[in-house]
């Protein structure tokens, strides 16, 4: 008898963490990426910030599942799915399965303003994170050179839409860059004086975290002088700048980080899908009516304990591409399948700065130094690749005593 | 009195090096590059095959010069120089000078086959070491995924034509990265199987160095399973591969290191050029009739005791970029000019692969571990930043341990 054949589209947490449960089970398991690495997202904004490199937060995944000899990478982009026939369709070529494994993540949503994308991008991809670290540094060196006071305002305002943790962290980070890191570089103009403003639509940022934090994140928002907008929406987006409500604001450089969409994987399928199209899945991650079907992570609308979908968190993909393969583990030994899926919340984290995050365990609330020293200790702890976490936490301790940052390098298009 | 404006051209070696012996002088210095970073260009192979990240082998320009309070950067590329009116034009502006340090390095030269660009990459530039990753990364991927075993014999052959110190090193490096750190990451194709070759029109390889120096270097490519072919010039290269003499070679990727040609300053100036373009220069590196323009590094043809033009490595332009400042310091100070410029050969070395080096110091020539220990050191100690030089030292010694490499990943145009 033929061993099954388990694919898995997307080597983000729950990919990843799906593959590493199946290792060496009785099956030929295949991984699809478009990418050759695994990309630690959560870090990403220190690439765009010019703080981390690229391959600081980045790991080949046929590195990381070498070890695993019954799992194949393929690096390929994935058109569609044929449920029927049960193959999955890349670009040149078709890859079938007898059970599939959605994780194919998130990407940008603008809310029906994709025009916006040109002038905003957001923060999915490496190659966003360095288009973004350009921008920023180009704006710098332009307002250098310009003769114009008026010019120099708009190319040295920074405005980061979305007041979530990557809105914050952003927010935070081209603060510290600005005011600390650039401050002696330039003859011309005065880093310090650059503006960052952070605009959130809603009451307050990091609304996923009680008011309590929030309100600390506020506070340390405002020491790094991020001027934070509550409570009005971003009308228009352009070149020139921004529209928040009626006001408008000059501004050189726009980083989106207000909202996500879930990746095509509900249209290749034609099954039920949420307002952001995510897969609706049952208690066991699979797909309703199709029990060799899974989504997982970003992919997926799962239902937590209080009615509410999981959020689209690194824990929440890891932990269900891990239960995706002890559901598998017990198919193909015949045994019974393990209890629904349960989200384990151990926390969630945010950095705003030197210093400065806030945290919240549930029973336990914390911000400032403590809090801070907690986010990067776990940061570098889930980072994979022992070499990885060194060079981070290095480069983070270098930063830290120096108030410098790395990776301070504008490549790409238009750079030769 | 006005304070006399010097402005430098380029901050490669002989940019920096002069910025750096000008500083605290009583002038006004402005630097121009187009680009933000200084690059360690000895060591961009090792980004081009995976084992750097380019932060680590580039450092911010104004963060280098962030204490030479009378230097003033500007990133701009400069299309011209106008030496009458004594200014120098980039795209949308003009900086006059009072003297002029032309420092712009070289580019690479295909000697009338500038078609061959597109396929053959050349390796000066951050952007052309991510494109070569990219490229060879890529033909494992492709080379697994296909069914055809003369293509995947073509995708997994690559030619590095050039056996100068960069074709050497590039050569070596991607044997080892096939050969050793891919080893076990490929579940179909073989990549111990894949297979490096080594063009060089000329009798030997690293033809700069004494011939028992060259017979060392070619050993230890052989040791390392690189095919390397003498004495005949490649005729012809395209998309399916090269031919050297009559022989065709289908090759998935080839790499250039064949030729440099200077950067167009001696057109600029309307000057006297020799044959790969580098304006003729005078005892004291100005150019003849101008003793207000100074060229430097690759840019400038000066004679060494041989008569012979110096060759294109950092440490001449170090010296000269250094000689320059001490030129100008006598003048600013109204005292007699120092002596004509002399070169002090210190020794050149390349590496080949772990272990493995050659170095001439004249009265020394050493090969194999202990002067691959030196080259290590060496380099490192030349690198600029201390934090880059311990990470880097990090990421070696690593490698070195563990037969991995730390930055293999495909990024850029197309992998979105």
Redesign the interface.
Known sequence: MPRPRIVIVGAGFGGLSAAHGLAGADADVTVID????HLFQPLLYQVATAGL????I?S?I??IL?HA?NV?????KVTGVDPVARCVQLED?SVPYDTLVLATGARHAYFGHDDWEEVAPGLK???DA?AIRRRI?LAF?MA??SDDPEERRRLMTFVVIGGGPTGVEMAGAIAELAHVA?R?????INPREARIVLVEAGPRVLAAFPPTLSAAALRSLERLHVEVRLGRPVSHCDAAGVTIGEEHLPAGTIVWAAGVASSPAAQWLGVDRDRVGRVMVGPDLAVPGHPEIFAIGDTAHAAGKDGQPLPGLAPVAKQQGAHVARVLRARLAGRPPPPPFRYRDYGTMATIGRRSAVADFGWLKLDGTLAWLMWGLIHVSFLIGF??R??VM??WI?SYV?F?S????????G??
Chains 1, 2 share one sequence.
């Open positions: 478009r990418r050759n690495y490199s690229p391959a600081q980045a080949p046929r590195g070498r000899t194949h990478v393929i690096m390929g070529r991809k490496i190659d360095t540094l060196e250098e050179q650039l002696r570089d330039f003859r011309v070499r990885n060194l060079i290095l480069d270098w120096t410098q790395g990776a301070r390098l504008i490549t790409g298009p750079q030769h």
